[in-house]
């Protein structure tokens, strides 16, 4: 059954570009669907990426784009893939921002959280304050640093 609501991101230049760019990112991206343009080119793409649902519209320059208000989340099985997602989506025009949050080349906002961090998250509230101070000095989430903070020992900067 077709989900109801799914996020349609309007893409500036070609949304087939768009497609391809996250199938190179992401391990599981399935295109589910296209309408062409006359000229045969993609003016909207459905995609899934890891089972959830987007809508690429190739809308062109709107005057407008994506900011922090909206982001994606991403949870990783651990500090690996977070690494490799953050590596690839900050490359080539992407930009690092602070406790895990990024942009890609094309400007949409992501969150990348290896799942310890949020296992942690669930434990000693004094212990998980430690983590968040340590959290708030990082970029992309660095476990090893977090888990050694949450565990009260000092973190080697």
């Known amino acids: 059954m077709p989900r109801k609501i799914k996020p349609c991101l309007w893409v500036v230049g070609d949304a087939q570009e768009v497609v391809d760019y996250y199938s190179g990112v992401f391990e599981d991206v399935r295109v589910t669907g296209t309408q062409n343009l006359p000229d045969g080119s ?10 959830q649902p987007f809508q690429l519209l190739q809308g062109g320059p709107a005057g407008w784009s994506f900011n922090e208000s909206v982001s994606f989340a991403v949870s990783c099985a651990d500090q690996a893939e977070a690494d490799r997602l953050w590596y690839a989506l ?17 400007g949409m906002s992501w969150q990348i959280v290896p799942d310890e961090f949020n296992e942690l998250m669930e434990g000693d509230p004094a212990a998980v304050q430690r983590m968040i101070d340590e959290m708030m000095t990082q970029r992309r989430l660095d476990m090893a640093k977090l888990r050694a903070a949450y565990d009260g020992e000092a973190v080697v900067r």
């Open 90 to 106: 900050t490359a080539n025009g992407g930009e690092e921002s602070q406790c895990g949050w990024l942009k890609d080349k094309y």
């Open 42 to 51: 993609a003016s909207i793409a459905e995609i899934e990426i890891h089972d």
